[in-house]
């Protein structure tokens, strides 16, 4: 496994459509994952996608803090969502940033897993339904500054502070 460059804002892959992945047997696809798994923990965050180490590909990675182990979404896509709430975000591509912004109570999601089934979210909730937008937005090429309200909603941060504590779960990084 190697841990890949990260891709900084406002590096214009950030703003691409990553492409659905069609062939499902392609064994660079494992490579990929791994790689963006072992970058994710190196990076520290909850997840990672595909355009911000450089790849159009309809990936990404999720990795909450109470997960055992990683989970590898192809192709994945929000099919419906509901409520709002207020949340403090942060990204890999923006570090040392962190921004409040409103993302969706529940989540409904569906991509594929690296063989090749399914995987389905019924109504997440919390960290999980935040980070299943944020990665599915990075993969449509929109970022969470997109979802500012206000320029004083998005503030900086001591660098690593992002990394210890509350502020790891908080401020959702991926
Ligand atoms: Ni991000």
């Known amino acids: 496994m190697?841990?890949?460059?990260?891709h900084y804002i406002p590096d214009p892959v950030l703003r691409e459509r990553a492409r659905k992945v069609r062939d499902l047997a392609d064994p660079a696809l494992r490579?990929?994952?791994?790689?963006?798994?072992?970058?994710?923990?190196?990076?520290n965050g909850v997840g990672l996608a595909a355009n911000q180490i450089g790849s159009l590909k309809r990936i990404c990675v999720?990795?909450?803090?109470?997960?055992?182990?990683?989970?590898v979404l192809l192709n994945l896509e929000?099919?419906?969502?509901?409520?709002?709430?207020e949340v403090?975000?942060?990204?890999?591509?923006?570090?040392g940033?962190?921004?409040?912004?409103?993302?969706?109570?529940?989540?409904?999601?569906?991509?594929?897993?690296?063989?090749?089934?399914?995987?389905r979210y019924k109504g997440?909730?919390?960290?999980?339904?935040?980070?299943?937008?944020h990665e599915c937005d990075h993969l449509d090429g929109v970022l969470y500054t997109d979802h500012l309200r206000a320029?004083?909603?998005?503030?900086?941060?001591?660098?690593?502070?992002?990394e210890e504590g509350e502020g790891a779960v908080e401020a959702a990084a991926g």
């Open 2 to 6: 190697a841990v890949l460059q990260m």
């Open 151 to 162: 320029p004083d909603d998005l503030y900086e941060v001591e660098q690593g502070a992002e």
């Open 97 to 119: 940033w962190q921004g409040r912004i409103l993302r969706a109570e529940k989540v409904w999601a569906r991509g594929v897993g690296l063989d090749g089934k399914p995987i």
């Open 62 to 71: 999720i990795q909450l803090p109470e997960d055992e182990e990683p989970t």
């Open 78 to 85: 929000i099919t419906r969502k509901e409520g709002e709430r």
């Open 88 to 95: 403090t975000e942060g990204c890999l591509s923006l570090p």
């Open 31 to 43: 490579k990929l994952a791994d790689d963006m798994i072992e970058s994710m923990y190196h990076y």
């Open 124 to 133: 997440a909730t919390e960290l999980l339904a935040q980070a299943l937008e």
